[in-house]
């Protein structure tokens, strides 16, 4: 294993709704993924987050975990309903107390906490009266970044205004196939805007609060053409505008991009208003990059309403979720940022990567892994490969320390360096936690 330069951070990730559970408990309010996995089919074999793996309870055994890892940081979400029940307005203390406590623990371990604003659980009362195709929910989004920062900014250093905006427009705002379950197709494009004018709002409270090290974190998938037609070369443009260059160029250039492919003037996009692209583009720290692969593109079917059809690679591994193992395609992401947004580009940092793979306990319980050890492994020397290319890339961080609620696919898909039993929740390191481990204490020496 090549070594990575001396200060870079290994990490592992997590959210809120994914680990927490005590979903009614202790004044939390109900957020847009309680509703949602309560009021639709849409959630695999009916699966719920109410207990999750219950880290509210149980954090400081996953700390624990965390220092035996060996870890420099821990990427963890804030729920916003926890610590504002109806969105806004008056705050819950013991929402506060959870991540007080938390940030504490983790300082004691000397761990560096990373704390991600929103990662997908809007507060529902923001969702009655529109969620983030309302305009004001960007306001409210900045006033609980004041309330959360307020409390811990004097101990978290780092922050992540929001994860995977582009995830949460397409899945949520589009196709209906995540919370809050609205299938708009391009109608949903006021929601990418509010989350990135929240994003802004959200840097400005968090400075305010002399906030040191911000943040925002997209996912970002490198578009390949199926075929080297013009319709497929079009295609693939046409997807990296809508996913990488719409979530990071406004946030980095203070624009959009061209978005002609769509039939949208992306210079007269009704929804902007004076001023917004300034707030968005308030400068960062850092630049958070969710890669677990890349995406391959073809010409739209006729009638489609997108100009692009994803399609499969073919001959390539894939993990049990079906994610094609292309590990090139995060060196790739890592070079063409560097390439394309040149001086406006902050500090890369690798602020999720990971594979769902399903390893049962053996008869001894011992859980071998070697997938998930093959694909970080790959995946590590990718990021070596981008450094050695150019990129400046200051930390890594696994996705997830803990198997936990994937979503619509709830606990079916296991990304955890860590085994949750689905009942007792009781924890078992995997193999891959062990390999972790001593790659950490390998590039130590
Ligand atoms: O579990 C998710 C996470 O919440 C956001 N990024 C991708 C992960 C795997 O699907």
């Not at 219950?54 to 804030?78: C, K, N, Q, T």
């Not at 811990?152 to 250093?157: E, H, K, P």
């Not at 929240?198 to 075929?227: D, I, K, Q």
């Not at 499969?312 to 992401?333: A, H, M, N, Q």
């Amino acid at each position: 294993m090549p070594s990575l330069p001396g200060g870079f951070a290994w990490g592992v990730s997590t959210s809120a709704f994914q680990i927490e559970g005590a979903t009614g408990e202790e004044g939390r309010g109900q957020s847009i993924w309680d509703t949602f996995v309560h009021s639709h089919e849409k959630i695999r074999d009916g699966h719920t987050a109410d207990t999750a793996c219950d880290h509210y309870h149980r954090y400081p055994e996953d700390i624990a975990l965390m220092r035996r890892l060996g870890v420099d940081v821990y990427r963890f979400s804030v729920s916003w309903p926890r610590i504002l029940p109806a969105g806004v307005g008056a705050v819950n203390a013991a929402g506060l107390d959870f991540y007080d406590r938390l940030v504490d623990a983790l300082l004691a371990a000397e761990i560096t906490p990373m704390a991600t604003l929103f990662h997908w659980d809007l507060p529902q009362a923001l969702e009655d009266v529109g969620g983030w195709l309302d305009r004001d929910t960007a306001g409210r989004f900045g006033e609980y970044a004041g309330v959360v920062a307020a409390r811990l900014g004097d101990r978290v250093r780092h922050w992540i205004t929001l994860n995977e905006p582009f995830e949460h427009m397409a899945l949520g705002y589009a196709l209906g196939r995540h919370a809050p379950g609205h299938s708009l197709l391009l109608d949903a494009l006021p929601a990418a805007h509010h989350q990135l004018l929240g994003h802004g709002l959200a840097v400005e409270a968090l400075r305010a609060s002399g906030a040191g090290h911000v943040m925002l974190t997209n996912s970002y998938s490198p578009a390949v053409p199926a075929g080297g037609s013009e319709e497929d070369v079009a295609a693939s443009r046409a997807y990296d505008t809508l996913h990488r260059g719409m979530f990071t160029d406004p946030v980095l250039l203070g624009r959009y991009p061209d978005l002609a492919a769509f039939g949208v003037d992306g210079d007269a996009l009704p929804f902007v208003e004076d001023g917004d692209l300034a707030t968005i583009a308030a400068p960062l720290d850092g630049l958070g990059v969710n890669y677990y692969n890349p995406t391959r593109l073809a010409a739209p079917v006729p009638g489609s309403p997108l100009p692009f059809e994803t399609t499969e690679f073919e001959g390539v591994d894939t993990t049990d979720f079906g994610w094609p193992v292309l590990p090139s395609g995060l060196t790739r992401t890592l070079t063409d940022l560097t390439e394309d947004y040149g001086d406006a580009l902050p500090p890369l940092w690798i602020t999720e990567n990971g594979c769902s793979y399903f390893t049962a306990p053996d008869a001894d319980g011992a859980i071998a892994d070697r997938a998930r050890i093959d694909y970080l492994e790959a995946h590590v020397r990718a990021v070596a490969e981008a450094i050695d290319q150019g990129a400046d890339v200051r930390g890594y961080l696994v996705w997830s320390l803990l198997d936990n609620f994937e979503w619509a696919e709830g606990y079916h898909q296991r990304f955890g360096l860590v085994h949750v039993d689905p009942e007792s929740r009781n924890r078992t390191p995997k193999a891959s936690f062990d390999w972790y481990r001593e790659l950490i204490a390998g590039q130590r020496r």
